[in-house]
């Protein structure tokens, strides 16, 4: 009974540190780059950097 509870914890634990590790990598709004989602400035990195490929 005592492992099944701990392991409960522990997976508990996991999800939640998970949860966060998705909100600071996807969620989150980024003041320094203009208060803007990380994948958002990811898409626009590339979209600019597609554009220089090509007129280069």
């Known amino acids: 009974m ?5 392991c ?3 997976e508990r634990k996991r999800q939640d540190h998970l949860g966060w590790v998705d ?6 709004l980024l003041g320094i780059i203009g208060n803007i989602l990380p994948a958002e400035a990811e898409q626009n990195f590339h979209a600019r950097h ?4 090509m007129v280069a």
């Open 50 to 53: 597609d554009v220089l490929d």
């Open 8 to 10: 409960a914890q522990t």
């Open 23 to 28: 909100w600071f990598n996807n969620r989150r």
């Open 2 to 6: 005592r492992i099944t509870a701990i």
